[in-house]
């Protein structure tokens, strides 16, 4: 496709259960981001992957937050053990490099019941 | 410590009118600004931006001001339209890693 794909739009977990979040870059781009947006809040950086260089992971929350990228292309994110605080619209976004403008999928909509 | 601020949760202006919005920032590090615009159930699309060289960057009806000495940038749209009702976010950019987003403000134009 043309944009960034997210799947699934939205989602509704059971505290302590396994999400796993997938994000689907415009096709060439080097670099990919997460972001998360709790509500009133802004939007927190996560994770960034940047073609085969190590991810900078220094804004992932905890330890139950992980995330995998395959090459230049697709990327997941996985909450292991949610909780209700990880609820939120997680957002993907890529670009083709450090400086270039972001390109944000629709989100995820996270709810932990 | 939120180093990107944009202290109005919401901005209510006419339609025709100019709408301005402001945003600060604490990390003398960021050297490049953004603003993107995001609607309801929608990701963030981009805007507008401004190296930390530059004073002014002016797109159509959109112009960002950047005052560093103050720490202080803002978002001029002139005039407002309906389709401007969004949620803006002020970004900002160091180069060492993602991009910082402020909370956002909501503008809303009145017809």
């Known amino acids: 496709g043309a944009g960034v794909s997210q799947s699934p739009s939205n989602k509704v977990t059971e505290k302590g259960k396994d999400v796993e979040l997938r994000c689907d870059p415009i096709?060439?781009?080097?670099?990919l981001y997460w972001y998360r947006q709790r509500l009133g809040q802004g939007l927190e950086f996560l994770i960034y992957f940047q073609g085969n260089s190590a991810p900078d992971k220094s804004g992932l929350p905890s330890d139950r937050f992980s995330a995998e990228r395959t090459g230049e292309s697709v990327s997941t994110l996985t909450i292991q053990r949610t909780q209700q605080e990880d609820s939120a619209v997680y957002l993907c976004?890529?670009?083709?490099?450090?400086?270039?403008?972001?390109?944000f999928g629709n989100g995820t909509r996270l709810t932990v019941t | 410590d939120q180093q990107v601020k944009q202290n109005s949760p919401s901005l209510s202006v006419q339609e025709g009118r100019i709408s301005i919005l402001n945003c600060d920032y604490t990390n003398s590090m960021f050297d490049y600004f953004l603003w993107y615009k995001k609607y309801p159930a929608e990701g963030p699309t981009f805007l507008i931006s401004i190296s930390s060289i530059k004073d002014k960057n002016e797109d159509g009806r959109f112009t960002v001001f950047l005052n560093k000495s103050a720490k202080h940038l803002s978002l001029h749209i002139v005039p407002s339209q309906p389709g401007d009702s969004a949620v803006y976010f002020c970004a900002a950019d160091r180069g060492a890693d993602g991009l910082t987003f402020g909370k956002g403000t909501h503008l809303i134009i009145q017809p």
């Open positions: 096709s060439g781009h080097t670099a």
């Open positions: 976004a890529s670009s083709s490099g450090r400086g270039s403008t972001l390109h």
